[in-house]
């Protein structure tokens, strides 16, 4: 109950320094490509190359064929476009509060935002993809279906696991150099090892649970219910409890240790 309170407390933090927060997020996204010809064109230009490359290289290259009778390409950026919003977010989030330490020393200045303006400012972007997911689909005859919101349902799924993992990881890379570096490596891993732009349904019946596990793949294969399956979440039944356990539990861990470890950050850093 008393962590349950934390969690409650630092949420009315955040809700009560919205204006601040959205200020800072505004802030962030023009200083991440200051200097740059494009400005912050180059974050969709990048994602948007990276989902080239793998179509060319998997149903050009690789003859990959229709999946479940859609396109490829639809399967694919399902998949792809939560991806690229939690690796930016929980990456650029880890190493947020080691980036502002001058803002550390502040003492009128919440520190816990400055993860979350990380994770808003790729939010940004996504919903900039979200918008390109409806597009596509219609492009290829697809009109959009009220199965098609629930993709903002599992949306804020991800920004609620984010949010926990972000906590966790951006408090302890400032005692432990080598979190920004595992990280990055779990990333890396967690790319192939949830099924982005491959089925788990190749894998025998008795290993899919193995993959089924990663909280990852409840919210791909949610954005492929929610465009490709029309399959709705409360279908889904345990799945949905299983996943949200783990983010409370992720959540109130990443607030407890935020909280317990803030007062060393000035020192260390």
């Known amino acids: 109950m008393r962590y349950l309170l934390m969690l409650t407390n630092f949420l009315r933090e955040l809700v009560a320094n919205r204006h601040l927060l959205w200020d800072l997020t505004k802030k962030d996204l023009k200083q991440r490509y200051v200097g740059s010809y494009l400005g912050i064109l180059w974050a969709f230009i990048q994602p948007t190359i990276t989902v080239i490359i793998f179509w060319f290289v998997f149903q050009v290259g690789f003859k990959s064929m229709p999946v479940d009778n859609f396109p490829f390409v639809l399967w694919l950026v399902c998949g792809m476009f939560p991806w690229f919003f939690f690796s930016d977010a929980w990456q650029s989030a880890t190493n947020s509060v080691v980036s502002n330490s001058f803002l550390v020393k502040k003492v009128v200045f919440r520190v816990s935002l400055l993860p979350i303006i990380q ?151």
């Open 119 to 269: 994770i808003f400012s790729a939010l940004i972007v996504n919903l900039f993809f979200v918008g390109v997911l409806f597009v596509m689909f219609a492009l290829y005859g697809y009109m959009p279906d009220i199965h098609n919101l629930q993709v903002f349902y599992y949306l804020f799924a991800l920004i609620c696991l984010t949010f926990g993992l972000s906590l966790i990881t951006s408090s302890l890379v400032i005692f432990l150099k080598d979190v920004g570096q595992l990280v990055s490596m779990l990333l890396q891993f967690g790319f192939w090892a949830t099924p982005v732009f491959w089925s788990y349904k190749i894998l025998p019946v008795d290993y899919q649970w193995i993959v089924k596990m990663n909280p990852l793949f409840y919210i791909v294969e949610g954005y492929r219910n929610s465009f490709i399956y029309h399959k709705w979440f409360w279908e889904l039944g345990f799945t949905n409890i299983g996943f949200w356990a783990a983010t409370f539990f992720v959540a109130v861990t990443g607030v407890v240790l935020f909280r317990r470890l803030r007062p060393h950050f000035a020192d260390v850093l």
